[in-house]
């Protein structure tokens, strides 16, 4: 089978870029091209616009690791038990939601001001449950989502199978204010769309390591060629180690998703005609799911640590697993109804927050998404370019406090506790796939 993005089959190319050859030289240059990398040289060449500024990327632009997540603008995080009003978290929790907040805010800014058609849906989501044991505490989570700024409501039972159109969920709260939903190739196309005239982007350009260079510049080599620049920027995310850097405590994970066909007419009408909706679980291995503007279902409820990428007979596996949690929610859809399976990855850490970093003089770095990419990709690639250019912020500042991702152990031990943790949480999830 093909490993085939839904989300970027469904979005117009662009033309494609040509690779870097040669010496090149430039006064900025950013080394990914999803939405950190881009978000980047759109707010470097704001501040400088007389300033040469080159992205490069390893594949084509705008449709690795951006295009390929669930889509999902956060703003409001589900608040473990620690985080609630009273307990000791609580203080983290409302900085943690100022920054998502501002992320959130980024997102709506760029689209409005580069007119980007993203499906874009202002209505919040709903973080779901199958069994409600696994939504404890439902009382104490509104108030806390409310006292930082979110709308919040439980729902259950009728109530909730009539919202969604499925009885499969028996609770729910849904969270507003800020979350949101998009199709994320498209924004991502959006922003590439978008690139100012003194930004340069080579696609299909591997960087393999980052040298000083005697003047203080840093040379990034390629395969069969170079540039040369006075600061540079890197937004790699879960790859963050193709460039040298070995020290982020992120680590990726794998995951895998599959897109449906459209409802019929009559299969929409069944159930109940229903708003589009995002659902994320409240266990960190359960589904992700959507029922899309279009009528499609999206699902996602695999996501692995592992030490090389899924081949196409392991994808062919974790199809058959989508098939499983498509039937729980609607038991008609079988796996000839699938359109569309995907792999992506995400840069996790063990703190739940990012590498966000100077590595040394005149070199950023950011990894560490940890499933939110879309809205605090965005805000990040604004924060490290303004950052880079010396510009503070009091929220620079709060970021910069909270970048502490956590220590990992070293390899092989981190690989056999990190396949046993997600064993583990595979099986408290079991309800929620």
């Known amino acids: 089978m093909e490993n085939t993005c839904g989300w970027i089959a469904q979005t117009d190319s662009l033309p494609a870029r040509g690779r870097l050859s040669c010496v090149q030289r ?38 690795g690791a951006s295009a390929r997540n669930s889509g999902f603008v956060v703003a409001h995080e589900h608040p473990a038990e620690s985080e609630l009003m009273g307990r000791s978290g609580f203080a983290d929790f409302e900085v943690d939601t100022t920054i998502s907040r501002a992320a959130s805010d980024e997102v709506r800014k760029r689209i409005a001001r580069h007119a980007i058609d993203c499906d874009f849906r202002d209505s919040g989501y709903f973080f779901a449950v199958h069994d409600p044991d696994k939504l404890e505490h439902v009382d ?42 998009l199709q994320p190739a498209k924004y991502v196309k959006g922003l590439l769309e978008a690139l100012p005239d003194n930004v340069t982007l080579y696609e299909n350009t591997d960087i393999t390591g980052l040298e000083r260079m005697a003047n203080g510049g840093i040379r990034a080599n390629g395969l069969d ?156 690639g604004r924060l490290l370019a303004e950052w880079a250019s010396g510009q503070a912020s009091s929220l620079l500042h709060s970021v910069m406090l909270r970048a502490e991702p956590g220590w990992l152990p070293p390899r092989p031990l981190f690989d056999i506790g990190a396949m046993l943790r997600m064993r583990v949480e595979t099986v408290r999830a079991r309800t929620e796939i």
């Open 26 to 63: 430039a006064d900025w240059l950013v080394i990914g091209a999803g939405i950190t990398g881009l978000c980047a040289a759109h707010t470097l060449a704001e501040m400088h616009p007389e300033a040469r500024i080159v992205i490069v990327d390893r594949q084509r632009a705008a449709q």
């Open 140 to 181: 104490a989570k509104l108030a806390t989502l409310r006292a930082v700024g979110a709308s919040a409501r439980f729902l259950q039972g009728e109530a909730l199978a009539q919202t969604l159109g499925t009885e499969h969920y028996q609770a729910a709260i849904w969270c507003g204010n800020g979350n949101a939903l």
């Open 225 to 380: 060629a170079c540039i040369e620049a006075g600061q540079v920027l890197v937004c790699l995310n879960a790859f963050i180690p193709r460039v040298g850097i070995e020290d982020s405590a992120t680590f990726p994970m794998e995951l895998s998703a599959s897109l449906t066909r459209p409802f019929s007419d009559e299969e929409y009408r069944r159930i109940g005609a229903v708003e589009p909706w995002g659902v994320l679980s409240t266990r960190p291995l359960g589904a992700t799911v959507r029922l899309t503007p279009d009528r499609r279902v999206m699902i996602r409820n695999t996501a692995e640590y592992r030490t090389r990428d899924l081949s196409n007979g392991d994808l062919l596996h974790r199809r058959q697993h989508h098939v499983k949690g498509l039937q729980r929610r609607f038991p008609w859809l079988t796996e000839q109804d699938i359109h569309y399976t995907w792999t992506g990855h995400l840069s996790a850490s063990r703190s739940g927050q990012p590498y966000f970093a100077r590595v040394e003089n005149n070199l950023y770095a950011v990894a560490g998404c940890n499933g939110s990419g879309v809205a605090r990709g965005t805000l990040w």
